[in-house]
């Protein structure tokens, strides 16, 4: 059974940084493409970053330039340095995790990100 689990999320003041992280267990982590997701309340998930197993990645353009998403192989772990923090950016983070394009995502539990004006 593939278990994500987020952490590093917390309240933050408008242009500060956040650093999150997900370890992964239960597949072999380097297989997998991995990403963020983030909801807000009353909004729909949408992706964040993407990073596939070549250390591709994408970025949605309301982050891009400010977030930057990497892996550890050795230590199956994502993580997602956000900087230049601003309000819209308040949300609940997912990360998950697919091991062929055709799978579902299989999703963590979510970490919360407050950022104050």
């Known amino acids: 059974q593939v278990q994500l689990v987020e952490s590093g999320g917390g309240l933050v003041q408008a242009g500060g940084s956040l650093s999150l992280s997900c370890v992964v267990s239960g597949t072999i982590f380097s297989t997998n493409t991995m990403s963020w997701y983030r909801q807000a309340p009353g909004k729909q998930r949408e992706l964040v970053a993407l990073i596939t197993t070549r250390d591709i990645t994408e970025y949605a353009d309301s982050v891009k330039g400010r977030f930057t998403i990497s892996r550890d192989n050795a230590k199956n772990t994502m993580y997602l340095q956000m900087n230049s923090l601003k309000s819209e950016d308040t949300a609940t983070y997912y990360c998950?995790?697919?091991?062929?394009?055709?799978?579902?995502?299989?999703w963590g539990q979510g970490t919360r990100v407050t950022i104050s004006s």
């Open positions: 998950a995790a697919r091991n062929n394009i055709l799978d579902p995502w299989n």
